[in-house]
């Protein structure tokens, strides 16, 4: 009963941490440096990990789901059963989980080391609201920078897919892009891709949570990234589901 009880307190801790940023996002000032620096350390430093997963993975699912559809003459299906599943599924939930391993790390172990070394002690004590600086900055950099992360996923696993086939059947890219795009519908890809922004704000919230509340020495710093890391990814594949059946809910067409 402690257990639970304790897990319902941390829970709660998190989410009205979540909430005050959210809030302080929408009042003056704005730190644009801040959130700009961390548009670029966020978004644009993970873009080589995400486009390099994502042809990566393209091109396994085209060799795995070529395997079996060629035994029942349907490999024509190929390229529209990688746009469906990377689309409604995997670009959003691979884009998620690889963004909080590589970033929800860095804004624990790097805040939790702020704390440390009273970094956060001296920004306060020039009467800037360090809350706003270092957290909210960063939250609303993982909300805004997810779904384009996601889309650069979506399409470097198209770009693997069709060097596969290509490269095994010598399929044409306008024959490839065709088939990949002949059912796909915004209500397939609109949805999908902006329930990131909610994967954005899991990963900002629980990382500044843990980085920014943690005052435990060297350890707290390890500590921190771990925590970070295992919380946020769990949350992303638990969201997920309830996200899935949402969207499942006001786009019927998608529950295929």
Sequence with gaps: ???????????????????????????????????????????????????????????????????????????????????????????????????????????????TNMRVTEQIDAIESLSVDSFKMLVVTRIVACIFVLPLLTVFMDFASLAGGFFSEHATSHISLQLYMTSAFKTVEWANFIPPTLKTSVFGLIIGTVSGYFGYTTNEGSQGVQRAATNSVVLSSLLIIVVDVILVKVIFFFFPGQAI
């Design 1 to 111: 009963m402690s257990m639970l009880r304790d897990f319902f307190t941390f829970i709660g801790k998190v989410s009205c941490f979540g909430v005050k940023a959210l809030v302080g996002a929408f009042q003056p000032p704005l730190e644009w440096e801040f959130f700009l620096g961390q548009i670029e350390e966020i978004g644009w430093r993970s873009l080589p990990l995400i486009l390099a997963a994502g042809f990566a993975l393209g091109v396994v699912m085209s060799m795995h789901t070529r395997g079996t559809l060629v035994q029942f003459g349907a490999e024509a299906m190929i390229p529209t059963l990688q746009s469906a599943a990377f689309f409604n599924e995997l670009g959003p939930l691979v884009t998620a989980l690889l963004v909080a391993g590589r970033v929800g790390a860095a804004i624990g172990a790097g805040l």
